[in-house]
């Protein structure tokens, strides 16, 4: 179960985030290139799901995230992720819940990849009011292969690694109010997914 706080973050704010006291220390920063996967038919999205492929350094990563509910920014959902083959799409393997795994696998010959998600992810691990807290800072866009479509991507991710989920909230009051200033952070309940999704229909309008 993947617990997560999605907070919008404006390009002129980065410089004074990045001096927050909790964000000082060193950073581990990865490049990560997405793929996302749907039907011709749509039925991930009709699901509300995501499958997406995931190059993070030199290892590849099969992703399933199922329909959560998301408000103000927080969204809990069920994932599953692990080590992959580029193209195998082997669900029976990654996904414990059985019938989901049946019908990812029925799915899969008529899976296509849609669009792409390409950005450089900075992150830290935090303790903050009781909880532990994975903070990753994402810069860089969404666009569809083939096609002139891409957005920008700037957004700060709180996912709960143990603790109280109210920590997410807390944690983002506190990383608005850097050495520099107020910044702003807004929450958002659009994913990855969701707004690549929003820009591959544009290209088939």
């Known amino acids: ?5 999605k907070l919008i973050v404006c390009q002129q704010d ?12 060193p950073a581990q920063t990865q490049r ?11 039925d991930l999205k009709q699901r509300r799901m995501a499958v997406r492929e995931r190059l993070a350094g030199e290892q590849w990563l099969l992703t ?16 599953w992720e692990g080590p992959t083959t ?3 799409l082997q669900f029976d393997t990654l996904v414990d819940d059985t019938s989901l795994a049946a019908d990812l696998m029925a799915l899969r010959p008529n899976l296509k ?22 903070v990753a800072l994402d810069q860089g866009r969404i ?17 709960l690694l143990s603790g109280p989920e109210s920590a997410l909230m807390v944690l983002a009051d506190v990383l608005r109010q850097t050495p520099q200033g107020p910044v702003t952070l807004t929450p ?16 088939n309008t």
Not at 14 to 25: D, E, F, G, N, S
Not at 68 to 79: A, M
Not at 188 to 203: C, E, I, N, P, V
Request: hydrophobic letters at 40%; glycine letters at 6%; aromatic letters at 6%.
């Open 1 to 5: 179960m993947e617990t997560e706080l």
């Open 188 to 203: 958002s309940d659009a994913s990855k997914a969701q707004r690549g999704m929003a820009l591959w229909d544009t290209s």
């Open 113 to 134: 990849a849609l669009f792409c998600t390409d950005f450089e992810r900075q992150r830290w691990v935090v303790t903050h009011d009781g909880a532990q807290i994975e």
């Open 64 to 79: 399933v995230k199922t329909a959560g509910k998301s408000e103000n920014g927080l969204s809990r959902r069920q994932e």
């Open 32 to 42: 990560l290139l997405n793929t996302y996967f749907d039907t011709p038919a749509l």
């Open 14 to 25: 980065v410089a004074a985030l990045l001096t927050h006291p909790l964000l000082t220390q």
């Open 86 to 88: 580029p193209g195998a």
């Open 143 to 159: 666009h569809v292969p083939g096609t002139a479509l891409q957005d920008p991507l700037l957004e700060l991710e709180l996912e």
